[in-house]
């Protein structure tokens, strides 16, 4: 039996120290930079770009320095919800690695397939333009 994989992780090598990433990738107004989901954030919500155009949705952001973990919990006008998990290791003081888990959006199984496969290769091209963008930052 073959089960539909509902996730995936990815991760990207960071230039900077954990602590420098950590700054960058927790600051919400920093989403449209790096990603092509969000095009504005504000304090309370972010205008994101879904295939059906743009949304306002409800953004909260869980940053934990300790641990290294950035999580956002994403809520649509249509009452569903979504969650995007990711953590920051350090490696050495100029080195950090950021892992990202894509977890499959709220829709009904039919409209699942090739949805993550699709959002897998957005999300690799964010990562790379998460490093490209950080190196800029701080040099």
């Known amino acids: 039996m073959t089960t539909l994989k509902n996730y995936d992780v990815q991760s990207v090598t960071l230039p900077v120290n954990q602590k420098v990433a950590f700054d960058y990738i927790a600051d919400r107004y920093n989403l449209p930079v790096w990603t092509y989901a969000f095009a504005e954030v504000t304090e309370d919500g972010a205008l994101m770009r879904t295939p059906k155009g743009e949304v306002r949705i409800q953004l909260e952001v869980t940053a934990e320095r300790g641990s290294g973990v950035i999580d956002w919990l994403m809520q ?57 963008t950080i190196r800029n930052v701080t040099a």
């Open 76 to 132: 649509f006008p249509d009452g569903t919800s979504g969650k995007a998990c990711s953590r920051l290791v350090g490696i050495d003081d100029n080195t950090c690695v950021y892992s990202f888990t894509l977890l499959p959006p709220e829709v009904p199984l039919s409209d699942l397939e090739g949805t993550l496969s699709k959002q897998s290769k957005i999300l690799r091209d964010e990562l790379d333009s998460l490093r490209n």
